[in-house]
């Protein structure tokens, strides 16, 4: 058991409506759930967005929630619906239409971990299923809409940054022909979960502090951009996934020497997008 679902780190007055989060940046690894597991305890942090939740812990100090989970996501993966059970896993479960994340072991609790590797070496019961799901996946998600609708009902709108780092080699194959490697990946599902000017604002952030900043590619957005990104409501998601190698050691899973140069960098962006959602009659004039 998890001392509890997510973390919720509030500023002393709200005053943006923009909302970070960060579903996958969790490190309670309970003793029991590694003793199931067949990985040791430094394979299974593999899919795990490390420190994600340290790199953006200044958000509160200008004006925004910060939500982090505390379950790990080789244990449930909030980034994912609660009903992408992989029969493959989870037994008593049918196969149905074709989920390409679920086929490869990337369901709502994860049957493999980077690279492929599995988890487990049986199956779970789906007892254990829906146990996780109701008491970690809809706290966290009710605690993320109840930020939403609360921003709604104050700002009129509400911009979501979904919070997330990428393996460094999942960019081997992005910088081709002499174009340069993005540090940062900006999802919005091509326009789907974000308006072009927010994202525009965004991708500026990043940029004036140096890095090279790419779009939709390798990553659009999963479940949460999905799910929450309605820009006709006014009511905007935007996934950013950030290079680990900026900052962490893989291997070792350990923050670099510079880790505090670049999160001093990022807390610059931080500011400067919590700045976007105070521009609010601007910008429900121009949505």
């Known amino acids: 058991m998890f001392k509890a679902p997510y973390h919720l780190a509030q500023p002393n007055a709200r005053t943006t409506s923009v909302i970070f ?85 990337l369901g709502v609790i994860p049957r493999v971990v980077a690279n492929g590797r599995s988890i487990y070496d049986g199956k779970l019961s789906l007892e254990e299923a829906h146990f996780r799901i109701a008491n970690y996946w809809r706290p966290y998600h009710d605690a993320l809409q109840t930020l939403i609708d609360e921003n709604h009902r104050t700002f009129g709108r509400a911009i979501l940054i979904d919070c997330h780092s990428m393996p460094h080699e999942a960019l081997d194959n992005i910088a081709t022909g002499g174009s340069p490697r993005p540090d940062v990946v900006l999802g919005d599902r091509f326009g789907a979960s974000a308006s072009t000017a927010i994202v525009e604002q965004i991708e500026a952030a990043f940029a004036s502090r140096g890095l090279e900043v790419a779009r939709n590619v390798p990553f659009a957005g999963a479940y949460i951009a999905q799910h929450y990104g309605r820009p006709s409501r006014r009511q905007h998601a935007v996934q950013i996934e950030i290079d680990r190698a900026l900052y962490m050691d893989e291997v070792t899973l350990k923050p670099r020497a510079d880790f505090d140069e670049f999160r001093t960098a990022l807390t610059d962006v931080i500011a400067e997008i919590a700045e976007i959602g105070r521009d609010t009659q601007a910008a429900l004039a121009a949505e």
């Open 21 to 105: 989060a960060s579903p996958h940046s969790g490190r309670d690894y309970p003793q029991a759930f590694l003793d199931a597991a067949r990985l040791d305890a430094a394979e299974i942090r593999s899919s795990e967005d490390a420190f994600v939740d340290l790199l953006y812990g200044e958000a509160p100090e200008f004006g925004a929630p910060l939500l982090t989970a505390n379950a790990p996501r080789a244990y449930l993966d909030l980034n994912r619906g609660s009903d992408e059970f992989d029969a493959a896993l989870i037994s008593g479960v049918r196969r149905v239409s074709h989920n390409p994340r679920v086929a490869s072991g």
